[in-house]
């Protein structure tokens, strides 16, 4: 039992210092490698067949050092794509998706720091309606494994989208390892984005 026990912490601790050593060496990234590198994972995003086909798209509002998401916005409302935000039950940990109706909407921040829509103004969109899911991550691999950030917020909210709804993680090529460490609770994700490369679920 105790053996189980410390087998598990191993995890956790592997974990935290991939998160940490990712973050380590997307931070190490010149503002202009970073914008450089973020701006040819959206040029891949908008040029992929599951993006333009797509009717609804759950984004995400990117922290400091992440893939910048701020673009994808417009470039969903430009197209007529219904663009929807998550809103973080602080309590729960759970995501419900908001739309968003404008570029310039006012966005609040929740408990960890992404931008949201403020839920009493914004319109609830079931999740039955998203045809093409962003992901956010700290680490991943190239099967599809999926480091968050700790809070276990995506992990609940994957198996709630529809079978045919298309997960796609936009990472930079620091974030990708050879193998994460994946527990019962944690989600594949099906497809990832990088300034190189598509990388499709082994």
Same mark, same amino acid.
């Given at each position: 039992?105790?053996?189980?026990?410390?087998?598990?912490?191993?995890?956790?601790?592997?974990?935290?210092?991939?998160?940490?050593?990712?973050?380590?060496?997307?931070?190490?990234?010149?503002?202009?490698?970073?914008?450089?590198?973020?701006?040819?994972?959206?040029?891949?995003?908008?040029? @992929?067949?599951?993006?333009?086909?797509?009717? *609804?798209? +759950? +984004?995400?509002?990117?922290?400091?050092?992440?893939?910048?998401?701020?673009?994808?916005?417009?470039?969903?409302?430009?197209?007529?794509?219904?663009?929807?935000?998550?809103?973080?039950? !602080?309590?729960? @940990?759970?995501?419900?998706? @908001?739309?968003?109706?404008?570029?310039?909407?006012?966005?609040?921040?929740?408990?960890?720091?992404?931008?949201?829509?403020? !839920?009493? *103004?914004?319109?609830?969109?079931?999740?039955?309606?998203?045809?093409?899911?962003?992901?956010?991550?700290?680490? @991943?691999?190239?099967?599809?494994?999926?480091?968050?950030?700790?809070?276990?917020?995506?992990?609940?909210?994957?198996?709630?989208?529809?079978?045919?709804?298309?997960?796609?993680?936009?990472?930079?090529?620091?974030?990708?390892?050879?193998?994460? !460490?994946?527990?019962?609770?944690?989600?594949?994700?099906?497809?990832?984005?990088?300034?190189?490369?598509?990388?499709?679920?082994?």
């Amino acid at each position: 039992m105790v053996q189980a026990g410390g087998s598990m912490e191993d995890v956790r601790m592997k974990k935290r210092e991939l998160r940490a050593a990712a973050q380590k060496r997307c931070e190490a990234l010149s503002e202009d490698e970073y914008r450089e590198r973020s701006e040819a994972i959206r040029q891949r995003l908008k040029e @992929f067949a599951n993006f333009q086909e797509a009717k *609804t798209v +759950l +984004l995400y509002a990117s922290l400091p050092w992440e893939p910048d998401t701020r673009q994808l916005l417009a470039d969903c409302l430009d197209t007529g794509k219904v663009a929807v935000l998550p809103v973080m039950n !602080p309590k729960r @940990f759970e995501l419900v998706p @908001f739309k968003v109706e404008t570029v310039d909407q006012k966005l609040i921040p929740n408990a960890v720091g992404r931008l949201e829509p403020d !839920p009493r *103004t914004s319109k609830h969109v079931p999740l039955q309606y998203v045809d093409l899911a962003l992901i956010p991550g700290a680490v @991943f691999d190239e099967r599809g494994g999926r480091l968050g950030h700790g809070q276990g917020t995506y992990d609940r909210l994957i198996p709630l989208l529809p079978q045919t709804t298309r997960k796609v993680a936009l990472a930079l090529e620091a974030q990708v390892v050879s193998q994460v !460490p994946m527990e019962a609770h944690d989600r594949f994700i099906d497809i990832i984005i990088t300034e190189n490369r598509v990388i499709y679920k082994i």
